[in-house]
């Protein structure tokens, strides 16, 4: 990965930052009910306030379309960040921009911390409008992305800024950046991936940018079907893409090219419907009743896949084995989960995991904790696993 700037070259001391971070917290009856992205944002913050900054935090919250609307406002999140930042007053400007935003931001003193409002009640945000990316530039001197959950999008406070203000890397970006770079860009080998998920059609992009990255890949949820079905299975009443079958045995042909072992289950646990207490039964995948759905690998695959994870050096998971919704049918992803975590505690294996299904499975499992990084960006860390470049990223590249 190209070089970025990071806060040890920072002299921020009596200058105004402007710190992008993800504040978009989930909220009901006004009060935060998940503080994760907040606390993940305190020690970025509290760098830059410890290095005397005045730190100007910015951040977007729901889908406002550009309008002001009364319940999307950050001023709730401002009690909630003073807390996570051990009691450090945080102040709230009215507007992100013009006046209120300017007023707000000269009266700072080092050290200070400030929220601006909600940066998509403009439309020039997500437009990444000259304009208004100007108007915020005005209010700093520095400008820090912390925000890896939105470097996907080439949004004003996430992209534009960095080509009006010196860009750094905040400690939460840096951390992101570098637990992916060590995962696929420079990994320790073998390599092995756990790619789940309802469809293949989803997933396409993401396998044809592993294939050649990696030594392993285990296929497993819903999409696991269709290369089972792909090889001449039947599937009886599971989810499967059955049109995707040619496209399935292409990605094993391709596999084979690029020296990748696909691993499939050999057993499953299939049930007549997916509810909790449904009856189920282990079977070999060549013994799928045709009244019945797969919704789990079997326990021979796990103890198979579970030996894969021990022979590699490095582990990249998006998404759960099976229904891990529902027990007993998150057995399967429980097991392997549990399988990482150890490998990880003894220092055998670099675990990094990423996507809102494979975070809840990893916290289902009580192993979140315990791999080495678990990424919360959703649709940022689904892209890079497709190797697409991230706006907000590429911007902050000193060769850019």
């Not at 009596?14 to 994760?36: C, E, F, I, S, Y």
């Not at 609307?69 to 945080?90: F, T, W």
């Amino acid at each position: 990965m190209s070089a970025y700037r990071t806060l040890d070259t920072l002299d921020a001391n009596g200058r105004t930052v402007l710190l992008r971070v993800d504040l978009n917290v989930p909220m009901k009856d006004g009060k935060v009910t998940d503080a994760t992205r907040i606390e993940r944002a305190a020690p970025t913050i509290l760098a830059l306030s410890k290095k005397g900054a005045k730190v100007v935090v910015l951040s977007h919250f729901g889908r406002p379309k550009g309008e002001r609307v009364a319940d999307m406002s950050l001023a709730p999140i401002a009690q909630p960040l003073s807390d996570a930042l051990g009691g450090v007053p945080v102040g709230f400007a009215e507007d992100c921009i013009g006046a209120p935003a300017e007023k707000a931001v000269t009266a700072m003193n080092a050290g200070d911390v400030l929220i601006l409002e909600n940066l998509r009640f403009h439309k020039g945000e997500e437009k990444n409008d000259a304009a208004f990316t100007k108007a915020l530039a005005k209010l700093g001197d520095i400008y820090v992305n912390d925000a890896f959950a939105t470097a996907h999008r080439a949004h004003a406070s996430t992209e534009g800024l960095a080509h009006h203000l010196p860009a750094f890397a905040g400690l939460l970006m840096q951390a992101e950046l570098e637990a992916l770079g060590n995962a696929l860009e420079s990994p320790e080998r073998p390599v092995v991936a756990v790619v789940g998920g309802a469809k293949v059609s989803t997933k396409l992009e993401l396998l044809g940018n592993l294939l050649p990255k990696v030594d392993y890949l285990i296929i497993g949820g819903g999409m696991a079907n269709t290369f089972l079905f792909a090889q001449g299975h039947e599937v009886g009443k599971s989810l499967a893409e059955r049109d995707l079958a040619d496209t399935a045995r292409a990605i094993i042909a391709k596999a084979e090219q690029e020296g990748c072992t696909i691993c499939l289950q050999t057993d499953c646990v299939v049930a007549a419907e997916f509810a909790a207490g449904a009856p189920s039964e282990v079977v070999p995948v060549s013994a799928v009743p045709g009244d019945k759905m797969i919704l789990d690998a079997g326990p021979e695959s796990v103890a198979a896949f579970a030996e894969v994870l021990r022979d590699s050096e490095t582990l990249v998971w998006n998404g759960p084995l099976g229904a891990f919704e529902i027990p007993p049918f998150d057995a399967g992803t429980v097991a392997l989960a549990k399988t990482a975590a150890e490998l990880t505690d003894q220092g055998a294996l670099l675990s990094v995991a990423g996507g809102g299904d494979t975070v809840a499975a990893l916290v289902h499992a009580g192993v979140a904790g315990r791999f080495s990084y678990v990424s919360t960006a959703g649709g940022a860390f689904l892209e890079w696993l497709e190797g697409k470049t991230l706006p907000g990223v590429a911007a902050l590249m000193t060769d850019k």
